[in-house]
């Protein structure tokens, strides 16, 4: 019997990342790289500078989402 074949995990989909680029945090949101900068730049989405690059804490993905449902339950 075969083994099931597995796909390797893209990068933005990888558990083990702290930090992701923007792209890789807008593919988790399913949203636009400028959408994604868009909520950089307002503060509703963390990111933090390493060097000259811009990165989004994993957590700050889930955390994001969690403020949207509530405002919207509270709305």
Known sequence: MDEPTTLPLAPADDPTLVL???????RRLRVGRTTCYAL????ELESVTVGTLRRVPAAAVPEYV??????????
């Open 66 to 75: 969690t403020r949207l449902r509530s405002a919207q339950r509270a709305g």
């Open 40 to 43: 950089i730049r307002t503060g």
């Open 20 to 26: 992701l680029k923007v792209e890789e945090a807008a």
